[in-house]
């Protein structure tokens, strides 16, 4: 699961160790690093010591209502309404293409498939389908996760869902000792080999966040980008439980989703934006009996090639949230309404909903 996760554009989403995309959609992101060697592990067993990795969910689809971010336009005009333009050539005639087949595809039922959707989304094109994300923007959200935690020179962390690093390599080069975990193989090979062109030492895992086995280990976590929901009531609560079970006491954990009573209002929604070489597509929908925001996906390439998927992620308000983390083990400490930098939680005026809460000492 990529660790930035995967929303629609206008979700914000990370992997299933990965992240959703931001508004647009949670998030192509960017961050800098320098030179030093890496190691991908293939398991959820703590790494060494001398594990050094550079890789990097999350992100993932864009979430409704996400923070607007330097990104393409996204459209959100009627898909079948052919009029929307797109400068470029290439892009323009892509647009087009796209634009011609939106009714067609939602009559068509998409093919059953044999993996999850986390476990397909993620793949070697989906960085193409991001949003710009500028530094900027990193450094304003590593910031606010630093304070929150509370953070001690050289603290070792866990960023769950780490998609290609872009948190992770920030904070390893803030002097931290970060492991990052995610599924998707092809977000954590661009994130090892963001790490070491900047010189950093940053272990990145492959391993599902369902399967972690750590004990006791860091001394803080955070899973950002609505890369948490992914799984039904039961899983959630179980990652939520092991996460809490790899922090030391007094450890703190800070989670970052879309908030449920902010988006609906926005449902059913369509929209559509250009990515590199493609055109995306987007159909998002709430499924009001299980709290779950459902996407549906088409990516068309400039080489004709197209691509569907079908997105599910559990949407929580904040007393939600809370309750599967106070089950957990956890103790909330704070909430906020933004990942960006400290703001009051406003209920339905928020967009996010981020909880920092922590593994009781006793």
Sequence with gaps: MPGEGAAPPDLQARSTTGAMPEAPIRTA?????GDGDFEVMESGEPPSP???????????????????????PLRSESLSD???????GATAALAREALSI????SRRPLKKRLKPWFEEVFDENYLRTLPF??????????????????????????????????????????????????????????????????????NFVHADMREMTYDSQFAAAYCVLTSFGYFDEETNLRVASSICRALKP???FLVDTINRDYIVSDLPSRVWWEGDGCVVLEEVDFD?????????????????????????????SLHELGRVLRRAGFQVVDVS?????KEPFLGAASQHVVIVCERPTT
């Excluded at 001398?50 to 992100?59: E, M």
């Design 288 to 316: 009001f009996h299980t709290s779950r925001v459902l996407i549906r996906r088409s990516i068309v390439f400039g080489d004709g090639r197209q691509v569907e998927n079908e997105i599910s992620i559990r949407a929580y």
């Design 250 to 252: 007094g450890g703190r």
């Design 133 to 202: 994300m500028t530094a900027q923007q990193t450094l304003r959200e590593t910031a606010f996760i630093e304070n929150e935690l509370s953070l001690p020179p050289e603290s070792e962390l866990l960023d769950i869902a780490c998609g290609y690093g872009r948190h992770a390599i920030e904070l390893g080069q803030r002097g931290f000792r970060v492991t990052g975990l995610d599924l998707s193989l092809p977000l954590l090979i661009r994130a090892a080999d963001e790490a070491q062109r900047r010189g950093l030492s940053v």
């Design 29 to 33: 992101e960017t961050a800098e690093v």
């Design 50 to 72: 001398s594990s050094s990795t550079a890789l990097t969910p999350p992100p993932v689809p864009a979430v409704p209502g996400a923070p607007a971010t330097t990104s393409p």
């Design 82 to 88: 052919t009029g929307g333009s797109i400068t470029g």
């Design 102 to 105: 939106p009714e067609a595809l």
């Design 337 to 341: 309404g933004s990942l960006s930098g």
